[in-house]
């Protein structure tokens, strides 16, 4: 999937800002539309899945955005014979199949975009999501669509007056084959997070508690749950805060059972998750105790490793006696962080190496989990990486779009071949969420020229310069200033989201400068949709203002000149207004609200300066 980024760089800038109707005619050009005249037409099978009919008609839709020329869409044997039209080929076609144009070099989520003739040219994959996101690079490529943000608002569509097209060849294949984000919410960021080629393809989430319900197996199987502190603990429903024993007899036979039925159930799924629960509490028995000893791992946690790993090679190879080509993914969290000494983990089996990369900012632990991962990559065949990249809760813009290009080359080159987010995204962090996509399926892609090409997408040539100057701001924060407070701390998977220490080295001036940036952006944006796209990241923005307002007055007492107490409670109000009139808004709402209650309950009351953590419950749930 290599790519010639200044090609690709050069090529999308002139798609963006220039029509295809001066100067780009001549050999080695298909003219798909002139006008608003088709000479082209899409072409699927005879019994497309809805998957690529989808594709075809959103291929069709955004021809006809751009240029006023309708794509009709046909079926293969319709096609045939009718007429002289340019066919486009949508997915694996008869027409497709005899060609093989190169299907044998790509994975599941590529694509090819071929052309065979003047007169065909074929867009597929190997499987429907491949076909499906080589419809999208066709658009993006020769129409100049983006997607920017959640939502029509969100949509950059280029007006073409004539759509030529180049007849090179393209294949690509993510360079992360399973590339998943959590926390979006509702149908525009779900549709959004897709069309910029987001696929999960791997299970690995805590699930031990669904392969041994305890409901079922408290009064079977007692010895499958752990030992705690001399007494057996039975847990009830669907709590999650224990771990099974892994040398109790008969549970690795049990588990097999359990995952062959889910297979025979599903036939059609791919994968299987033995990732840990959520929880802190393992088994205490002799037979554990004996095989962990005393060791800890590098989060100064006790080291379950080479208990846990040995019992899921034991489960993997047990389930592959029957089920030889299934996956199965799992959690390096907490106690098993680390890889086990002395065995290398099943080919089969994924682990996905929990971290909040975002503090790789900090030299030593950068290197600490650059030295962590080559570890990972000699005990296993292939590793997932799980990142924690919140946008809420943080009560200002959390964007490091430097370091994650730096980390996700990174991990391409060290075997890393899935990736997973918490993002629970704020949209007023702009571009951060498209960068984190377009670098999880390119990660040698030019992460400046991404920027670039998004904020002048997004606002306009008149107004990119400051809204790169906003981000610009924000990034220094969060990569420079940042580990200077006591909020940065070393140890632990993830920065402290819950809490908000970060706000000690934020400055009135840093929220003045950002207003006025943002102002100016509004201001100098020209069409519509640039103004709509200001307005969304400015409307976004106030939050983050009117939240570190408060917090420096009520919290921090210090009080800008001419301003009385009244004016801090007034932000604190705003804040709490902004945060329930977003939850009606698609592309604003706030995943983590920090009013809510709920397994993230944490609320701040700036009259005590103090933070609810809402893990609080967890801890004294462990207690008892």
Not at 64 to 77: D, H, Q
Not at 107 to 127: E, R, Y
Not at 143 to 169: A, F, Q
Not at 396 to 406: D, I, L, N, S, W
């Amino acid at each position: 999937m290599e790519k010639n980024i200044l090609y690709v760089f050069i090529l999308s800038s002139l798609l963006i800002l220039c029509p295809w109707n001066t100067g780009l005619c001549g050999s080695g050009l298909i003219t798909l539309t002139d006008g608003n005249r088709s000479a082209a037409r899409i072409i699927t099978p005879d019994s497309p899945s809805k998957q690529v009919q989808s594709a075809a008609k959103l291929l069709s839709d955004y021809v006809y955005a751009s240029t006023g020329a309708r794509l009709p869409i046909v079926k293969e044997s319709y096609a045939a014979g009718q007429g002289n039209k340019i066919n486009i080929w949508l997915g694996q076609s008869s027409y497709v199949m005899d060609q093989r144009p190169g299907l044998d070099r790509i994975t599941d989520d590529g694509f090819l975009i071929s052309f065979p003739d003047d007169l065909n040219i074929i867009i597929a994959g190997l499987t429907d999501w491949g076909t499906e996101f080589g419809a999208y690079e066709f658009l993006e490529r020769f129409v100049g669509v983006r997607w920017l943000l959640p939502g029509t608002s969100g949509e950059h569509v280029r007006k073409l007056n004539t759509l030529r097209i180049p007849t090179d060849e393209i294949i690509e294949n993510p360079a992360f084959g399973s590339r998943l984000l959590s926390g979006l919410r509702g149908e525009a960021q779900t549709s959004w997070a897709r069309r910029n080629r987001m696929h999960g393809q791997i299970k690995f989430h805590h699930n031990l508690l669904n392969l041994f319900p305890a409901d079922k197996y408290r009064l079977t199987h007692p010895e499958f749950f752990p030992m705690i502190k001399g007494r057996r603990y039975l847990p009830y429903g669907d709590a999650f805060n224990w771990q099974p024993c892994f040398s109790a007899a008969g549970s690795v036979e049990e588990a097999i059972k359990n995952i062959c039925e889910f297979f025979a159930l599903n036939p059609d799924e791919q994968s299987y998750s033995l990732g840990i629960n959520d929880s802190h509490t393992f088994c205490q028995c002799e037979l554990c105790l004996a095989k962990v000893g005393s060791r800890k791992n590098f989060l100064n946690r006790p080291d379950y490793s080479g208990l846990y790993y040995e019992w899921a090679n034991r489960v993997v190879e047990g389930v592959l006696k029957k089920y030889p080509d299934k996956w199965f993914g799992c959690l390096a969290y907490n106690e098993v962080a680390e890889p086990p000494a002395g065995f290398k983990l099943n080919p089969r089996l994924v682990p996905f190496m929990t971290y909040d990369r975002m503090k790789w900012v900090d030299p030593d632990i950068e290197r600490q989990g650059k030295e962590l991962t080559e570890r990972w990559a000699d005990q296993a065949s292939q590793i997932g990486w799980y990142d924690y990249i919140y946008g809420t809760p943080y009560l200002v813009p959390r964007v490091y779009f430097h370091k994650m290009a730096e980390y996700y080359s990174y991990a391409k080159s060290r075997g890393v071949r899935a990736m997973y987010a918490e993002a629970y995204p704020n949209w007023g962090e702009g571009p951060k969420l498209y960068v984190a996509l377009r670098l999880q399926w390119d990660p040698d892609l030019d992460v400046d020229a991404l920027l670039n090409e998004w904020y002048r997408a997004a606002v306009g040539e008149k107004s990119a310069e400051d809204l790169a100057a906003y981000y610009s701001l924000w990034e220094d924060f969060w990569t420079n200033r940042v580990k200077k407070s006591a909020w940065f701390a070393g140890r632990g998977a993830y920065l402290k989201f819950t809490g908000y220490g970060y706000l000690e080295l934020v400055t009135y001036r840093d929220i003045e400068q950002s207003r006025r940036l943002l102002e100016s952006v509004a201001a100098k944006a020209e069409t519509q949709d640039q103004k709509e796209r200001a307005g969304i990241i400015l409307r976004a923005f106030e939050y983050y203002e009117a939240s570190v307002i408060a917090y420096l007055g009520l919290v921090k007492k210090q009080y800008q000149p001419g301003m009385d107490k009244a004016y801090y409670k007034k932000m604190d109000q705003k804040r709490k207004d902004l945060v329930k009139e977003f939850e009606k808004d698609p592309v604003l709402i706030h995943p983590i609200r920090f009013d809510k209650k709920g397994i993230f309950n944490f609320q701040w009351d700036v009259l005590k300066g103090r933070l609810e953590n809402g893990y609080q419950w967890i801890t004294d749930l462990l207690k008892k």
